[in-house]
């Protein structure tokens, strides 16, 4: 890829968001990629509306529109935004935009775009077999923690056995009771008179 090839990707790439659980990109940002005016873009593609369904482009609601001008995604309507809620077009709906506009800019722009949306589809793919395998490595690190957990106490005992039980060898007095043990104390100490 050549580097005037990879800045433009990177910059596709750039643009790609993510709403509604889909990845698109905004019309300012489609209309700026491909050499247009947005009015002009969102003209052709009302001209064309057959060709756009709502899995292709759809309108972003206003608290959409709020969360991303919090992300500074897009400026506000005060400081040279729009003034309209925007569109926003999936992967498919950036090809068809292409084709609706017939520029060759459009179409030169619409492989970039279509690209970037196969390197975030093959990049999410990568994720999820990612997660997949750290979940499976954790599993199995739970069993094996109480595996080596239990040889570690094993080879503990090996290194500092319990002492072994020793039959005690002699004669073991049986207690006295506490009347008997003081009578014999009694009678044991001597009393002299003075």
Do not use: C, W
Request: aromatic letters at 6%; a positive charge.
């Amino acid at each position: 890829m050549a580097k005037s090839a990879i800045v433009v990707a990177k910059k596709v790439d750039s643009k790609i968001i993510t709403l509604r659980g889909q990845r698109v990109i905004l019309d300012s940002d489609l209309a700026a990629l491909y050499d247009v005016q947005v009015r002009h873009l969102n003209q052709q593609v009302k001209r064309n509306a057959k060709r756009f369904p709502p899995a292709f482009r759809f309108q972003l609601s206003e608290h959409e529109l709020k969360l991303l001008r919090s992300q500074n995604v897009i400026s506000t309507a005060t400081h040279g935004g729009a003034r309209y809620l925007p569109y926003a077009f999936t992967e498919h709906g950036v090809v068809m935009a292409a084709t609706v506009l017939n520029s060759e800019r459009a179409i030169e722009m619409s492989i970039f775009l279509v690209q970037a949306f196969v390197r975030m589809r093959r990049a999410l793919s990568t994720n999820r077999q990612v997660l997949a395998k750290l979940t499976e490595v954790e599993r199995r690190l739970e069993s094996h923690d109480s595996d080596i957990q239990a040889l570690m106490e094993a080879i503990r005992e090996l290194i500092d056995p319990p002492d072994p039980l020793r039959r005690q060898i002699g004669f073991e007095a049986p207690e006295e009771s506490a009347k008997s043990r003081s009578k014999a104390s009694k009678a044991r100490t001597l009393h002299f008179p003075k």
